[in-house]
Structure formats: C-alpha cells, structure tokens
C-alpha cells in the first residue's frame, strides 16, 4: 500500500511562494501523478500533472504560476507555486493521474492572505 505524505504549506501572502513536496512511501508509483487540490466548500480538483517522463499539464487558472516536478528516484513530487493568489488558498493532495489510484494522505493546507 502506497501512503503520500504531503507538505511545505503554510501562510503566505498574495504574491508570495510555496514549494511543496510529495514524498511515497513505498517503491510503487505511479506512472503519472497529479497536485490536487481543494478549496473551502469546493470539491477537490486537479491543479497539475506530471508524466514519468516528465510531461506536464496544467490546470488554467495556476498555467504560468505554478510548476510540477518530479524526482522518481526519490520517489518525490513537487509543486513550486509563485505568485499565489487568494483562490489558492486549500489543502493540496497528491496522488496518481488520471486514476486516483492511492489511499489520499493528509494533504498540506495553503493559506493565501494579506
């Protein structure tokens, strides 16, 4: 079984940056994975992904802002958010892409606020 441990969030102001990481704890991991996210009262939705390879794709309100990598041999993902707006403001999951395929971790929480 899988588990993802996400972190690096926190507060920031509007402007500001966040780099947050994804570490598995297990040698499995999946070809394509995925930064989720979820706002206050919204459902939890795809912000980027990012092939084995190192393809990527972004969601259009963070293309341009935000950039996925990945470390397969560490087994990590990141997410380097720049110029973060209030409507980022959520708990940021990563997991498998398309498929949610693992257990959801307990993501780390991006508070964007002046």
């Known amino acids: 079984q899988v588990q993802l441990v996400e972190s690096g969030g926190g507060l920031v102001q509007p402007g500001g940056s966040l780099r947050l990481s994804c570490v598995a704890t297990r040698s499995a991991f999946s070809i394509a994975m995925g930064w989720y996210r979820q706002a206050p009262g919204k459902e939890r939705e795809l912000v980027a992904s990012?092939?084995?390879?190192?393809?990527?794709n972004y969601a259009d309100s963070v293309k341009g802002r935000f950039t996925i990598s990945r470390d397969n041999a560490k087994r990590m993902v990141y997410l380097q958010m720049n110029s973060l707006k209030l409507e980022d403001t959520g708990v940021y999951y990563c997991n498998s892409y398309p498929n949610t395929m693992y257990a959801w971790g307990q993501g780390t929480l991006v508070t964007v606020s002046s």
């Open positions: 990012i092939t084995w390879s190192g393809s990527t």
